[in-house]
């Protein structure tokens, strides 16, 4: 079946290191999304991308980053981490127009922890 | 700016009640609203949605109404179970260019969420 996946679903790390969260889907989805939820706060966009060598930022997009190389996947890169980057990270796809097909789908989460 | 504002953070209820949970958004363009549901530990997942050409829409206990004038929709949840125990997010779509492909696509702006408790 057709699926969403990230990795890893949980991450320790210290200050300053460079993290990478990876977001591989199978659909062939044109859309893909970085969510980070945070109590209080919802589901906020850090990064997304609407195809190939195409990236955007979000609402919440300093201190990370992101690159688009095939349709697959969508990395995520924290390029020096900091205490308030701990949260939990949604990767999401969607087909090439939320108008058209009504659904964002998720991935299961990355718990990242920021010493 | 782009702002979903979503009411109330939480909210409890008896088994069998209904359950209303309202939000309000900003952009005027705003063509596209989704309810997702979290359990516990688990992903956000579609629930119900509605578009801006409809007032109303239904699925079996859950029902979404929408009002373009005031920039408000609401969730209602009737005869609630112990398996609604969740978190609900609001969303609206807004229109953005597609960065350097220059197409255009759609984003969420989701709401903060509402912590929905079911008592038994």
């Known amino acids: 079946d057709a699926e969403i996946t990230q990795s890893p679903r949980h991450k320790i790390t210290e200050t300053g290191r460079q993290v990478t969260l990876a977001c591989h889907q199978t659909w062939n989805h044109n859309n893909m999304f970085w969510y980070r939820q945070d109590l209080g706060h919802g589901l906020r966009l850090i990064h997304y991308?609407?195809?190939?060598?195409?990236?955007n930022k979000g609402e919440v997009s300093d201190g990370y980053s992101v690159s688009r190389s095939n349709t697959e996947d969508l990395p995520l890169t924290l390029e020096s981490a900091a205490s308030s980057q701990t949260s939990v990270y949604f990767c999401?796809?969607?087909?090439?127009?939320?108008?058209?097909?009504?659904?964002?789908?998720f991935g299961e989460g990355s718990r990242l922890t920021v010493l | 700016g782009e702002n979903v504002e979503q009411h109330p953070s939480t909210l409890s209820v008896q088994e069998g009640d209904s359950a209303v949970i309202k939000c309000t958004y900003s952009d005027s363009a705003s063509n596209y609203f989704p309810w997702y549901k979290q359990e516990l530990g688990k992903r956000p997942q579609l629930i119900i949605d509605?578009?801006?050409?409809?007032g109303e829409k239904k699925d079996q206990r859950i029902a979404v109404t929408l009002n373009k004038t005031a920039k408000h929709f609401s969730l209602h949840i009737t005869e609630t179970q112990p398996e609604d125990s969740a978190v609900y997010f609001c969303a609206a779509s807004i229109r953005v260019g597609g960065g350097s492909r220059m197409e255009y696509g759609n984003k969420l702006v989701f709401g903060a969420g509402t912590i929905l408790r079911v008592k038994s």
């Open positions: 991308s609407y195809g190939v060598h195409d990236t």
């Open positions: 509605i578009r801006s050409n409809v």
């Open positions: 999401a796809s969607s087909e090439k127009s939320l108008a058209n097909t009504g659904e964002l789908f």
